[in-house]
């Protein structure tokens, strides 16, 4: 075994070094020769005929150095090596050629490995927890609502009662000051249930896991913190065990340090604490705040899962009529959970990707048939000369493998850089960080330099090689040429047609940009700056505090000059933000009237005034403890209230403990708050100024938010001195954030489309210069004869135009077929945009007018007389 | 080229080389041919354009293994010895030889 390994080691040498295998061949030959000259030297002849005897019995002594060494090469691989010198040689001496083909490949491949490098990390990988792909999210399912949060008892019923799960665990997030610097700092936290480090497999880096003491209600205090807070805070180092931070002035003792790569919930997560389960304010089943994670049992499905948890949720509603009686169990994947909202974006980024790689695979094969068309002398040369097809095939492909590794390796540099990029513009993507190029990108990147070989290569070597052009030798140079190269031409249109796909596409894209931004939203983002002050959800348990605490901010935040309007809000306005929830009138509404669903928000009543949302009936409502009033919006009055005096009804959520029932106060315009490429949806304020975590404020400017920001933080500073004020952000850019993936998707899909457009354009030319080089001959025979140079230049135009008509004309077919697969992400525009879609082929012509009328031009130009002598 | 008597039946040359060698004894490729020649008392001649080519094909096979060492006379040579595969071999054209030669043998009997 050992033996044969080395035998094939040695194989290779061989190939590789024939000069050493020659002289150890020759050492062992004239050994033998000698050898026979002494014996013959003992047998009486003299010494030097005695050599020449022992040369002749030995045969043809080159001859023999030669069969020998044959035997120690294995053929293939030495006809491989030789296939690859001699591409080499070739590609070397046409170095537009060669350069052109590596870039327009490395475009290709580096674009595609980029973006398979993220659909790799986002959508593909197993996410990086321990035997990840057992880990799920669970969720209770309600019909009013689309809370998906988990009252605590109900998790640790559900824990408790499953037979499928090895443990259930949920957090919730809270924002935190840590105190023992000198200004407070925002560090978010996650309270966790018991069973947390369990459930995702991950132990600390160091230190330990939460004791169960520490896990109940009045138990000692105790944080685990992330591997970057220890470093910023710690330097690193383990002795930050036994260390203590002050949250929210109270001390609480680091017990471990979790590894660097955990970050969960999300990567701005700094600490995590026990929420004890029997604490008295997590008793009720009423309430649920707890985000539930679960690890399935080995072997166990998602159906199992589900059928299991849907049971033991039935038999709590038994025991629980009342509160659980309505509630659903939701089981679905972590991974399906996190990424669902970026699959169609990546996919259709790959889709694109690969359609330009096969625009340069195209591409590629048009310049090669034109290479080998010139080389087709040579090639009948060796034909004639009893070299097989297969072997000048595999000359030819060997080339295009050449040309494709080269490729490839500068693809993999360009991907590098991109997926570099791409980290940095799609930093909220989930899974980002996980974007690398690792062996499987590389192996990728080869699979499609092999791919490209097939594509590129086969065709044209076919052509090539095919027998009748062995005929061809005898017409010698003078290159007649009979066919319109139609092949070349139908890859060219093939090109044309695949580059006006993306570019339609892209430009759809953009166009719905263009909408959004032309879209009145009902509310005036500019001039509002917004931030967060953290707080706890302890602190919710005192209303009337709570109350207190958020009016004196805004009321100190409206004193300051430079600021017209502060309001709180819970969520921001024009932001992707759902929460539908379904409520009645207290009044009582008939049957047959639809249900009452609609987005709830819940705002300080400054809040209109803030954003400009006018009031179109009634007042503005007031917040106080004891009457709650709401808002709606115009078009919940017309959907739900219409004919109906919408003012002085009450409006209550049943069931819900947090929003109590309601007075409509007013009604207020319709504004665009739940997105800017959505309808107003019907909406409810519940008009509620208390202060707790998550609460954004907005602050009217005068002038340019962004410049009021420090003097807003230590006005605030001043009123709440332990607080952390952070995130100050204009309200704008929140929104412009919003639509990062969005923007980062029609940005890479116009990169993409505009370098098909240039590849589509290089073939074209690339296409007709060679026809026109070919042609030489007719032309300057037809100028001879007096055609005129006009018509020459109009002749050539015409068959680059008519290729680009065509091939424009089979896009925008493709188009009207794949076009559906954007639908999805269009907003004012139809699939079948004429506007767009007509801009897109006037692109693709001017361009294609510019690429055939160099070379019909240069044609025009041929000296006639100079023409006819060389050919 | 016509056939000459002595001249060794194609594919019988790996037969004999690795009997040869079955003996134990490293052996370069001339005392290889003075061993064929010597035992056959001159009746098999051993061409050397066909013998390097065939020891060269054994080694790629693994039949044999060859290492550079020195002679008695302090000559370096290159010399060949039987792997186990070798020996395998050797047994298998061995019992077709015998074949063979029992076949052409009744032929030449009855025929």
Redesign the interface.
Known sequence: MVWGRMAWYWRIWNVLRPGRLQSDLERELSFHVRERAEELQAGGMSGEHAVRAARQAFGNYTAQVERTRDMDINDGLESLVRNLRQAMRGLGKTPAFTVTVILTLAIGIGANSAVFSAIDAVLLRASPFPNGDRLVKLGQVNPRNRDAFVAPPRLEDWNRLNRTFQAITGYYTEDESELSGELPEKLKRALIAPRFLQVWGIAPELGRDFSPQEEHFGGPNAVLITDRLCRRRFGGSANAIGKNLRINNISMPIVGVMPASFLFPDRDVDLWSPSPMDSPYSQSRETGWFTTFGRLKPGVTLEQARANLASVQANLGRQFPKTDARIGASVEPLKEATVAGVRQSLWILFGSVSLLLLIACTNIAALLLSRAAERQHEISVRFSLGASRSSVAAQLLTEVLALALAGAALGLAIAGEASRVFRALAKDLPRVEEIRLDSGIVLYSLACAIAATLLCGIFPAIRATRRNLAGSLAQAGRSQVSSRNPVQFTLVGVQVALAVMLLAGAGLLLRSFQELGRVSPGFDAEHVLTFHMNSSWAETGDQKGARQRLERVLDSLRSMPGVTAAAASMSLPGLPDQYQMELNTVEGRAETEPKMLAQSRAVSPTYFATMRIPLLAGDTCRDNLNTSGVMVNHSFANAYLAGRAAIGLHLAQPGSAFFPPGEIRGIVGDARESGMDREPPPTVYWCYSALQPGTYFLVRTQGDPKSMAETIRRKVHEIEPRRSVYDLTPLVDHISDSYAENRLRTILLAFFALTAVSLACVGLYGTLSYLVSVRQREVGLRLALGALRTQIVRQFLAQGLSVALLGCAAGLALTAVFGRLLSGMLYGVSAWDAATLGGVVAIVMAVSILASLLPAIRAARLEPMQVLREQ | MGAKKNDILQGTLALLILRTLVAGKRM???AITAHIQRVSDQLLRV???SL??A???M??Q?WV?AEWGQTEKN????FYSL?AKGRKQLMQEEESWTRLTEGVARVMRYA
């Open positions: 370069h490729g001339y061409e050397e354009g390097y080519p020891l060269h094909r080694e790629q693994g293994r000559r370096e040579a290159r792997t």
